[in-house]
DNA sequence: AATGAATGAGGGTTCATTCAT
DNA sequence: CATGAATGAACCCTCATTCAT
């Protein structure tokens, strides 16, 4: 029965390691070309194995980069909890939230998504129920609607400028990347202080001004 | 003689006036739809022309959408120096451009721009000399750079925070779009009033403090 | 203007006749192969054009091999509608039909119809309402059933024999074909002498028996 | 030695059982979608066994197919022989033959058979010598013949019609069930009253007209 | 022997590009 | 020049067959 138990694992095991190779070979290419200009060919090419194989593990190309963005936004999910859940002020949850997406495996999950989100195709797949991408993407703006609000009633974050005004200004900092090639000429940068500064630049933004309130 | 030239000119100018509207057609079916998504076909189709004539126009689909990203820039380029020249605070030039960017015709090139730089076929275009897109697009960073450098020699941003930083800060504000459908579940917004507080955010951000006031 | 219309049915007429030569090529590999064996390249190389230009003709295989049999579909009901207003008794009636079909060109229709209609798919397109085929089969239809009622009412076939019994037997000549090979090993066999033998079996075994009429 | 024996007949009555449900759930699902429609996967899930395991008992598609055929042949094969080797008379032999084919098992036969019979690959199999589909075949047809041609030596059948047109008519009766959907459009007819009234007319078709007795 | 993941040839379809009219 | 039919490379996907476990 062991036995059996392990041969079943075994067999199970090597199903999702290859499974793995194959998001992680997507996830390469997808970010490198887009979705359009990567191919199942290349994928099975990157990961060594035949283009059929990858339909073993999803059903279609669309699925396969819909099963990506999930995994993605799920780990993305996971962490803001538990930002979210830490006991720190609004201020230093924001920093902590821009510190991973900037830094870390973020920045390239944000690009994952905002490089696949041009394709119509896979519009509808975000918005098709069953893979619940639209859910769990609500969800994690809700946690961010959250830190901002709660920003506001602690008196750190101005109440003048709209909890959505200010996510919008939030998520921009993701679609950044985007333009390096262009405003950095191709040089790299050194993200870590670029990140501080416009970590700087958004908190400062939106903070609530200590002036003189008695005048006003 | 004469007749010839106005003949030809006649000609030219009509040639003109269907590339205009080539490019227009190409630029409402790239919004609508992005570049993979968008045929020659269709282009064709919604300019009233065959297929064919398009290429009598432009080589190449990828040489169809440099132009009109071309086009797109020089248009910028022009508004921005204009906004540059003219006699305003740092401050006030930027607010302007930001205005500029997210109201009127501003907000569509930026989506255009951002919707079809997805492509590594367009990112090749991109790079190539000939169509100078880069250099003018180094223009027109140039002309940013000089404003944010101009307020930071006046005061009026905080000098502690790279240029460099206030640039990505600046320009992610173009790609925003992009998440409305998930940021706001469909609901439209007014356009207007979550610009004015972007922009605040933004400005906000990068002014100097004048904390130290004493010495000032 | 007279030049623009002809040159405007020029293309036409050409485009009509290349339009026929893929139904004819279709029609040839689909008798001898069937619908899953024939492919759409062997379709156009037979043709002796590229694979896509069957594709300005036709939407898709399904639509091709649905054009092909409502092509014929309409070719036999204008015949039979011919014989059907002719002058003729309920006997010759079928006696001519029957003819045609075993015949004639009318043959290969009963093959090619029942060669295609083994596919799951093609049936789908069968029953779609919007190429009527479902709706011109049940015409077809129609006519024999007139003629056999009308034969019964004249006294010529057995009222005791339904005529739906009547039309399957009389439909199930048109699929003989089939068994060729296997009946005949191979070896040819005079169609004319044998379609009459048949005639005459359906015939008789349909046509009402003149006994002693006065007891009756 | 016994043990052996036995312990490898068990292991051979297994491997036919499996066999069998093999076959099974082949001709199920070939009956329900023919020959193209039908994949290998399907056919194991049915049978509730892996995809692998169906190559230990038949090395190809073709052959499993062939392998059915070959086993319907051969039950038809012994019913027909019963029938022949019966003390009745051509006529009631041929009833009987008739029975069973349109009401018994027969009729699934007759359709599975012509279902499968469109496919290229599979007409190769019927040829191929190693089955031996079409020895029993041409055995089959030649008992059909003898009951015809001792019809017609006893004065029951018309000498004038041809053996083989009688053969022909006799078949087309097996390939009736195809045009069902089209001819009745979908109601369900009672099949014992219609196969007894298609009898009729075959067999009064065939049958010799006693007119001339008095020469006789 | 049984399993089922892996294979890869082959099929239908699309679409940027070409070219005869 | 304008036209739009023709082209054919490339794509996504299927499925009979193989083979390591």
Redesign the interface.
């Given at each position: 029965m062991q036995t059996m138990q392990s041969h079943c694992s075994l067999r199970e095991k090597q199903r999702q390691e290859r499974e793995q190779l194959i998001l992680k070979a997507a996830e390469e290419i997808l970010l490198?070309?887009?979705?359009?200009?990567t191919s199942m060919d290349e994928i099975a090419a990157r990961v060594g194995i035949a283009k059929g194989t990858i339909y073993h593990h999803f059903p279609s190309k669309e699925e396969l980069v819909a099963a990506l963005i999930t995994w993605n936004i799920e780990a993305a999910l996971r962490e803001v909890e538990a930002v979210v859940a830490a006991d720190l002020t609004p201020s230093e949850k924001l920093d902590r939230l821009i510190e991973h997406v900037f830094t870390g495996i973020y920045s390239k999950r944000a690009r994952l998504l905002?490089?696949i989100?041009?394709?119509?195709d896979i519009?509808r797949v975000?918005q098709e129920k069953e893979h619940g991408i639209?859910e769990k993407?609500?969800t994690l703006?809700r946690y961010t609607v959250e830190i901002l609000e709660e920003g506001k009633r602690v008196g750190e974050f101005e109440t003048s400028?709209?909890t959505?005004?200010?996510?919008?200004?939030f998520?921009?900092?993701f679609?950044?990347r985007?333009?390096d090639?262009?405003?950095?000429?191709g040089k790299e940068?050194p993200h870590r202080?670029?990140f501080r500064?416009?970590r700087?630049?958004?908190?400062?933004?939106?903070t609530r001004?200590q002036e003189p309130s008695d005048k006003e």
């Open positions: 490198e070309k887009g979705y359009y200009e905002s490089s989100y041009n394709g119509v519009k975000f639209k993407m609500d703006c400028i709209s959505q005004a200010m996510m919008y200004a998520f921009s900092l679609s950044i985007r333009y090639a262009i405003l950095l000429g940068v202080e670029l500064q416009l700087h630049i958004f908190l400062q933004g939106i001004k």
